[in-house]
């Protein structure tokens, strides 16, 4: 005879959300999405400590109130394509641009293949076709038979050629095809879009819940190591928590795409693939906040200005990028991750347009160990215009 377990389990709980719209009004029903994670903090309700000032003669003290309520929260999981992209565009506060084909229509026919740089008739990339540097991108047709699929960064733009540098670190064949087609990848550049949710931690055993309102995504970060699946990290800040008796958000959808290796990462810096990339970690914090000047039935979340933070550890062979921090040069840079199988593959990736090193540490002295070299990173906002968008960073994806 089958016997359930009596008691709730840190594995028995689904998390899910749904976009709200009215402060104070949580979503129930239909319509939501599971948020997919390893083992994680979760979010909790905590409330401000109001010390008692009365003073007393009988040796004894009157325990503190309640003040302010908040919620933060934290959600790790791994990486997969289209798992998390509510949650990045969120804290991008921005909206997705979908896949856009380029193709002779507009941009003509190429008339040269060079080093990477496709050079076209026309003067139409940055005007009309909406290329733009630090976008990634999959060749359709007209190229080189064995370039065909190939997930490709544009590392530079001009009205009439475009560097595309294929991020499996090879140079693209020669050819000049009258007609030819590349998609750039559906992506997002930060904007001043706010969202918010409503968060829902069902505890399944004991067909229980917790309903937390207002919800503000305030950072994702990701983590890239040796031999793991890539991390990402999401925190939360909400305004409140009400406890179900029921599931609130009910069939919440799931993505099903694997999880994402470290070991297909690529890293690009400038227009060249750069070999031996060890760490990598990335993450925007909008610095959500709760509003102590005004009573908690009206206050919302807010959001502050965005903190970047990154790094990037690669094996060492040459000492250039140890001279580029010492010379404060700016770089372009691009991190690329996909699945398994035959181009056209699956996968995400990360670019900067405007980044330069701001540290360069060694792996050390006298190890049995290859060398490494950590170079943290400050990223500025690329307002320079035409073939750089307004941002810090851009974020793309296969996922529809």
């Known amino acids: ?26 979503e129930t029903g239909s319509g939501g999405k599971l948020i997919r994670f390893s083992p994680s903090p979760g979010m909790t309700l905590s409330k401000a400590s109001v010390a008692s000032t009365e003073s007393r003669n009988d040796g004894l003290a009157r325990a503190p109130g309640d003040g302010r309520k908040t919620a933060p929260g934290t959600y790790n999981g791994p990486a997969a394509v ?48 909406g290329l733009r540097v630090g976008q990634f991108a999959q060749l359709v047709s007209g190229f080189d038979s064995g370039d065909i699929g190939k ?24 050819a000049t095809p009258a007609s030819w087609s590349l998609t750039i990848l559906k992506n997002g550049i930060q904007g001043t879009t706010d969202y918010a949710y409503t968060i829902e931690q069902y505890r399944d055993l004991i067909t229980k819940g917790e309903q937390f309102d207002f ?36 069939s919440p959808t799931v993505t099903t795409t694997n999880a994402l290796q470290s070991a297909r990462a690529k890293l690009i810096i400038g227009s060249s693939v750069v070999t031996g990339l060890s760490r990598f970690s990335f993450s925007n914090n909008i610095n959500p906040f709760r509003d102590d000047s005004v009573d908690e039935l009206t206050s919302e979340i807010g959001v502050g200005q965005p ?25 372009v840079m691009g991190i690329w991750y996909d699945a398994p199988g035959t181009a056209p593959r699956a996968g995400e990736g990360i670019s900067l347009t405007k980044a330069r090193f701001i540290s360069a540490n060694p792996s050390g002295l006298g190890a049995d160990r290859f060398s490494t070299r950590e170079f943290g990173l400050a990223i500025d906002a690329d307002l320079r215009g035409g073939a750089y968008d307004a941002t810090m960073y851009r974020f793309s994806t296969t996922s529809s």
């Open 307 to 331: 903190t970047l933070t990154g790094s990037v550890t690669i094996m060492e062979d040459d000492l250039t990028r140890v001279q580029n921090f010492i010379d404060g040069t700016e770089q």
């Open 151 to 174: 997930t490709v960064f544009v590392a530079a733009v001009t009205a009439s050629t475009v560097t595309l540098v294929p991020v499996d670190g090879t140079s693209l064949a020669s």
């Open 1 to 26: 005879m089958a016997v359930a377990i009596s008691k709730q389990t840190d594995r028995g709980i689904t998390v899910a959300y749904k976009e709200q719209s009215t402060i104070g009004s949580p």
């Open 215 to 250: 919800v503000r995504f305030g950072s994702h970060g990701w983590t890239l190591t040796p031999d793991n699946e890539i991390q990402r990290a999401f925190s939360t800040l909400g305004r409140n928590k009400a406890i179900l008796s029921s599931q609130g958000l009910t």
């Open 82 to 129: 289209g798992a998390y992209d509510d949650l990045d565009i969120s804290v991008m506060r921005s909206t997705f641009t979908a896949a856009n084909t380029v193709d002779e229509t507009n941009a003509g026919a190429i008339t040269g293949i060079s080093s990477n740089v496709v050079t076209v008739t026309n003067s139409t990339l940055i005007s009309t076709d």
